[in-house]
């Protein structure tokens, strides 16, 4: 295991004096670089650290004694330079130029004398100057423009220092911030100049970080008032969304008890950056629909679960809506028949309080802990351990993922304990596991800078991993190559050198016809297959059967396309294969990912800087909460349940016998509540299958079928509408924790808020129930909880809640105290039993459910930029529900005009199992045959057409490929 090393070279220095103080610098650098060095301030307003220098301000002017002064940010240091940066001259200059940008600048009341990201420097350098706006003439305006929800632009307040336009385009990537007009009308322009808000910009905000004037700053949300920073607390934290972790700042205002804005905090991984989900979405928290209290059902003879029609998917008037109360029918099949009852779409697709909550009352917190404790416990006495399951959350902190899944086993004695891992990359782990005896990536997304090519697959990271996506895009840009492969030419296309658009569902024909390539090629590592892996000469006699001309056949790629990215990748001295859930949600998702492991392995493209395999994990804890043992065949640190050893151990340290079998996956409890003595008891912590699971209908009579359901979650879901106990969770910004990466780093998330009502934190409510249950808990904080984990937890062996610092870090690490942590894995040997990768082949298999006549397109779901997997939160967020607020259909062109479909119009959608209706979105990213929703939207729930088929391996839902129908309403 290896961190990034730079090459050991010979470096050329130079000696420069700045104001009479020497300093030897490497060749190169800046002369504001090595002033700094010295402790000499130069001003700045178009500079800045993370952007390269351009110079274009001129503030930042020095005398190097030469016949015009020279810009400190790009005039690189020479030997024996005499550099004077205060001389009364280059003052003069300063002041006349910051007199010059301040008389166009708007009037500076009070509350424009700071941006929302920092202090406005140039009301600031105006004030050292003593510099007004009355000296010169005022121009006309460039006008203002409020089209975006969360930034607003005022041209007159900018300075045209183009920061803007370098965060944009060299960190973010994105492109989409240039100038326009000439002389006085110059200004920054979105696209062709159109307004940001119609814009193909992504709000991510980096240009408002970037601003170092009034230009571009946040608007305020939920009615909550910019205030300058020094008025503010400052709180450290990392963001709740996806698995990238970005390190951020919330800026809170006591008074009110609200966050007024987020901005990116440095950190190894996100480097300060954030997107539209981290600056802008964290307003959920303060939504009116929060549970404030615990919620119990009153009348059980009334059907439980979603009362509106756009959720209950009834084709043929089958719905099983039924629930059984006193004297209920376990199997369900009721129907609501009330009269005057509005079954329509309701507005913004959330759940309907009003419609629900008449059918609760409210309770003590002991009322409700003792009434979930007592009849858990009564059901465990009359049907045993296996009637009792537990979904658990990958949005909750390691500590809670502990406790949860320490309370299923010892309290209830079973393994039927689950997260939404099993629905991501249950399949990728199962593969790793496999292969490489470990389920962590084996390097960060970072290490891209140091891979000659690399392969993104299955993944649509611009959406879904905006900020590890700036990273590929970055590298790109310094030369490496990126061969970009999935069915739909999503925006990472436009950045790829390679697109590889195969036929949905053909991915192990496309990677053994690559492995069958660098094999005839010579291109494969043979000391390392030699020596690092086992099996090979199998894996070989399976990819002979695959020249390009078969996978051509099977993928739609071209055979001299696949023969290219073959060389492309035969060819690196590094590479990394970055994979989504466009690899793992098939039935065929272990297999998938079995030949990625095999490329890497038989490439030697494992083990060193710019290599490796990297799952790039979905939610902002699905890596953490699996270390945590959150899945039914492992105990924390992925080991073993049905290993004697290992359960003995387990046994020794919670102090009670342990069940030896493994337990139901997420599938399989929705299965076995289905069946005569299966689950009948379930504690939902933080999930909502009944949106994110397939097949919704059989869900439905899944949740129908449960004796008892306790739903601890921070808003009233879909799920919860089926429960009988309902209690109030603090959402992440209410609690402290810490929680695990996608890159296996392990940071501190900090309490901002205070909880609503009576909500309490996860792991409080989950220690009160286990107490009720017979258990002697008495933790104190998530620290003592996260102390107990790291003894149980050889990967996450040193670290402590103390030495994780502001930034986190990297497991395993040897010494946290002063390294950040082990990037790269497997330099030397692999996880597994032997110590080597394990090549599994794999042959291609199709589909499970293949198009016809009755339903001839494919569809492939996932998730939008703005949005977040049931919707819970994001559509709760102000600005992230004004940019996406509607369920869409996104369709090829030539598909939507030979059903007479139109942009824009109403369209309905159906499979086997279901039919929803949305609009139609006419978009060239999709391949003729294929339709793509997004599962976020209640009111056109994508998982009514999925189909619940799952992979024998890691068990995971195929909801990458279903056959549909779509037609004109």
């Known amino acids: 295991m290896t961190a990034v090393q730079e090459p050991a070279t010979a470096v050329r220095t130079v000696t420069v004096s700045i104001d009479g103080r020497e300093v030897t610098v490497a060749d190169g650098t800046t002369i504001y670089d090595a002033a700094k060095q010295v402790g000499v301030d130069i001003p700045v307003l178009c500079h800045n650290e993370r952007y390269d220098p351009v110079g274009v301000c001129r503030m930042c002017v020095v005398d190097t004694g030469g016949r015009a002064f020279a810009a400190a940010c790009v005039r690189p240091c020479e030997d024996g330079m005499q550099v004077q940066t205060a001389t009364d001259e280059v003052e003069r200059s300063r002041a006349v130029l910051t007199e010059m940008l301040m008389s166009d600048q708007p009037a500076p009341e009070e509350d424009r004398k700071h941006t929302t990201t920092r202090d406005n420097l140039l009301f600031d350098l105006a004030d050292g100057y003593g510099v007004g706006q009355d000296t010169l003439p005022r121009g006309s305006g460039r006008g203002t423009d409020l089209s975006n929800p969360v930034i607003a632009v005022d041209h007159d307040a900018c300075i045209l220092c183009d920061r803007c336009v370098r965060a944009c385009d060299d960190v973010q990537g994105n492109d989409v911030i240039g100038r326009s007009g000439k002389g006085y009308a110059t200004r920054i322009a979105f696209d062709l100049n159109d307004p940001m808000g119609k814009s193909s910009c992504v709000t991510c905000g980096e240009c408002v970080q970037a601003c170092p004037t009034g230009a571009l700053t946040n608007k305020a949300i939920g009615g909550i008032p910019i205030r300058p920073r020094e008025e503010l607390d400052q709180v450290e934290s990392v963001c709740p969304y996806c698995?990238?972790?970005?390190?951020?700042?919330?800026?809170?205002?006591?008074?009110?008890?609200?966050?007024?804005?987020?901005?990116?905090?440095?950190?190894?991984?996100?480097?300060?950056?954030?997107?539209?989900?981290?600056?802008?979405?964290?307003?959920?928290?303060?939504?009116?629909?929060?549970?404030?209290?615990?919620?119990?059902?009153?009348?059980?003879?009334?059907?439980?679960?979603?009362?509106?029609?756009?959720?209950?998917?009834?084709?043929?008037?089958?719905?099983?809506?039924?629930?059984?109360?006193?004297?209920?029918?376990?199997?369900?099949?009721?129907?609501?028949?009330?009269?005057?009852?509005?079954?329509?779409?309701?507005?913004?697709?959330?759940?309907?309080?009003?419609?629900?909550?008449?059918?609760?009352?409210?309770?003590?917190?002991?009322?409700?802990?003792?009434?979930?404790?007592?009849?858990?416990?009564?059901?465990?006495?009359?049907?045993?351990?296996g009637a009792i399951a537990g979904f658990g959350s990958a949005k909750c902190s390691n500590e809670e993922a502990y406790l949860f899944q320490k309370l299923i086993r010892t309290g209830f004695g079973t393994n039927n304990v689950d997260h939404c891992t099993r629905l991501c990359h249950a399949s990728s782990v199962a593969a790793l596991f496999e292969g490489v005896g470990s389920g962590a990536v084996s390097t960060t997304y970072g290490d891209v800078v140091n891979a000659d090519v690399v392969i993104i697959t299955g993944s649509n990271p611009t959406a879904n991993h905006p900020v590890a996506s700036s990273f590929f895009k970055q590298a790109r840009r310094r030369g490496t190559k990126i061969i970009y492969v999935d069915p739909r030419a999503s925006t990472v296309a436009e950045h790829a050198d390679v697109f590889v658009q195969l036929k949905p569902g053909t991915d192990v024909a496309f990677y053994n016809a690559l492995m069958h390539e660098v094999i005839r090629n010579g291109n494969i590592d043979r000391d390392f297959i030699a020596n690092r892996t086992s099996n090979y000469d199998e894996l070989a006699r399976t990819v002979a059967e695959y020249p390009p001309e078969r996978a051509a056949q099977i993928t739609g790629v071209d055979?001299?396309?696949?023969?290219?990215?073959?060389?492309?990748?035969?060819?690196?001295?590094?590479?990394?294969?970055?994979?989504?859930?466009?690899?793992?949600?098939?039935?065929?998702?272990?297999?998938?990912?079995?030949?990625?492991?095999?490329?890497?392995?038989?490439?030697?493209?494992?083990?060193?800087?710019?290599?490796?395999?990297?799952?790039?994990?979905?939610?902002?804890?699905?890596?953490?909460?699996?270390?945590?043992?959150?899945?039914?065949?492992?105990?924390?640190?992925?080991?073993?349940?049905?290993?004697?050893?290992?359960?003995?151990?387990?046994?020794?340290?919670?102090?009670?016998?342990?069940?030896?079998?493994?337990?139901?996956?997420?599938?399989?409890?929705?299965?076995?509540?289905?069946?005569?003595?299966?689950?009948?008891?379930?504690?939902?912590?933080?999930?909502?299958?009944?949106?994110?699971?397939?097949?919704?209908?059989?869900?439905?009579?899944?949740?129908?079928?449960?004796?008892?359901?306790?739903?601890?979650?921070?808003?009233?879901?879909?799920?919860?509408?089926?429960?009988?106990?309902?209690?109030?969770?603090?959402?992440?910004?209410?609690?402290?924790?810490?929680?695990?990466?996608?890159?296996?780093?392990?940071?501190?998330?900090?309490?901002?808020?205070?909880?609503?009502?009576?909500?309490?934190?996860?792991?409080?409510?989950?220690?009160?129930?286990?107490?009720?249950?017979?258990?002697?808990?008495?933790?104190?904080?998530?620290?003592?909880?996260?102390?107990?984990?790291?003894?149980?937890?050889?990967?996450?062996?040193?670290?402590?809640?103390?030495?994780?610092?502001?930034?986190?870090?990297?497991?395993?690490?040897?010494?946290?105290?002063?390294?950040?942590?082990?990037i790269v894995m497997f330099d030397e040997s692999f996880n597994t039993d032997d110590g080597l990768a394990h090549l599994v082949p794999a042959e291609w298999l199709p589909a499970k459910e293949l198009p016809d006549a009755d339903y001839p397109m494919v569809l492939n779901t996932g998730r939008l930029l703005e949005h977040w997997h049931t919707g819970s939160m994001t559509r709760r967020s102000f600005a992230l529900d004004a940019i996406s607020p509607v369920a869409e259909v996104y369709m090829h062109p030539k598909d939507a005009a030979d059903r007479g479909l139109v942009h824009?119009?109403?369209?309905?959608?159906?499979?086997?199992?279901?039919?929803?209706?949305?609009?139609?979105?006419?978009?060239?990213?999709?391949?003729?045959?294929?339709?793509?929703?997004?599962?976020?939207?209640?009111?056109?729930?994508?998982?009514?057409?999925?189909?619940?088929?799952?992979?024998?391996?890691?068990?995971?839902?195929?909801?990458?490929?279903?056959?549909?129908?779509?037609?004109?309403?």
């Open 559 to 822: 055979a001299d396309m696949i023969r290219e990215v073959a060389r492309l990748w035969g060819e690196a001295r590094a590479g990394v294969v970055y994979w989504g859930m466009g690899i793992s949600q098939h039935t065929t998702g272990t297999d998938n990912a079995r030949c990625l492991i095999a490329l890497c392995s038989i490439t030697g493209n494992v083990g060193r800087p710019g290599t490796g395999l990297h799952p790039l994990r979905g939610q902002n804890n699905v890596q953490g909460a699996s270390d945590a043992g959150l899945i039914p065949m492992f105990y924390p640190d992925y080991q073993g349940v049905d290993r004697e050893a290992t359960r003995l151990r387990f046994e020794e340290a919670w102090g009670t016998r342990l069940d030896p079998n493994r337990g139901l996956t997420v599938t399989e409890i929705v299965k076995s509540a289905l069946e005569p003595g299966g689950v009948r008891g379930m504690y939902m912590l933080g999930e909502n299958p009944f949106l994110s699971d397939p097949n919704i209908n059989k869900v439905r009579k899944a949740l129908t079928a449960l004796d008892f359901l306790v739903v601890q979650d921070i808003f009233l879901t879909e799920t919860a509408e089926f429960a009988d106990v309902i209690l109030p969770a603090t959402s992440y910004l209410e609690k402290d924790g810490t929680y695990t990466n996608t890159d296996r780093r392990v940071q501190l998330g900090r309490k901002v808020l205070d909880a609503p009502g009576q909500a309490r934190a996860d792991w409080a409510i989950v220690q009160d129930i286990a107490r009720r249950v017979g258990l002697d808990w008495n933790y104190q904080s998530p620290s003592e909880v996260f102390d107990e984990m790291v003894e149980l937890m050889p990967s996450y062996a040193n670290l402590r809640w103390d030495n994780l610092g502001s930034s986190g870090k990297l497991y395993p690490n040897a010494d946290p105290e002063h390294t950040d942590g082990t």
């Open 904 to 969: 824009g119009e109403l369209a309905r959608v159906r499979s086997r199992r279901g039919t929803i209706e949305l609009l139609v979105r006419v978009s060239h990213r999709e391949q003729l045959g294929n339709v793509f929703i997004p599962f976020h939207f209640r009111e056109a729930a994508a998982n009514l057409l999925t189909i619940d088929e799952i992979d024998p391996y890691g068990k995971i839902p195929e909801f990458k490929f279903c056959a549909v129908q779509v037609e004109a309403l």
């Open 243 to 385: 698995g990238v972790g970005c390190a951020l700042t919330y800026n809170v205002d006591r008074e009110r008890g609200a966050i007024v804005f987020a901005e990116g905090r440095d950190q190894p991984g996100s480097q300060s950056r954030l997107c539209v989900k981290g600056r802008y979405g964290w307003d959920y928290a303060a939504s009116p629909q929060r549970l404030t209290v615990p919620l119990i059902r009153v009348d059980s003879s009334y059907p439980k679960g979603p009362l509106s029609a756009d959720v209950r998917g009834d084709r043929n008037g089958d719905n099983d809506r039924g629930r059984a109360g006193a004297g209920g029918n376990r199997s369900g099949g009721g129907r609501d028949t009330r009269p005057g009852k509005d079954r329509g779409r309701k507005p913004g697709g959330l759940v309907d309080y009003d419609e629900v909550l008449p059918h609760f009352r409210e309770a003590t917190w002991d009322e409700a802990l003792d009434l979930v404790a007592r009849r858990l416990k009564e059901i465990h006495a009359e049907s045993g351990p």
